[in-house]
């Protein structure tokens, strides 16, 4: 849970000690839509933890039940859910 917390925590910490004002209009146009590398890397982190899961949360059984009778889910499913499992 330690990890959650963290990749919350960490990212606010950054976005709230970073606060700037506002340069002037046309003021560093292109320098203002780059990230800047740590950002990149949190962006990264977060990507990895939320990607990386392995059978997490409440409804994963639910979903391995509907996978394995897929044939006979997908008929009584609506058109997106037969996409999804054909």
């Not at 976005?15 to 506002?22: D, E, T």
């Not at 800047?36 to 990895?48: A, H, K, M, N, Q």
């Not at 009778?69 to 997106?80: K, L, Q, R, T």
Request: aromatic residues 18%; proline residues 6%; glycine residues 4%.
């Amino acid at each position: 849970m330690l990890a959650y917390w963290l990749l919350f925590l960490v990212p606010a910490y950054w976005a709230l000690s970073r606060l700037r004002p506002l340069p002037n209009a046309a003021e560093n146009v292109i320098k203002q839509n780059r990230w800047p590398t740590e950002w990149r890397c949190i962006f990264f982190v977060l990507v990895l933890m939320i990607g990386m899961r392995h059978e997490v949360g409440g409804d994963w059984a639910a979903y391995i039940h509907n996978m394995e009778n897929s044939e006979e889910f997908a008929e009584y499913a609506d058109p997106a859910n037969q996409i999804l499992f054909w």
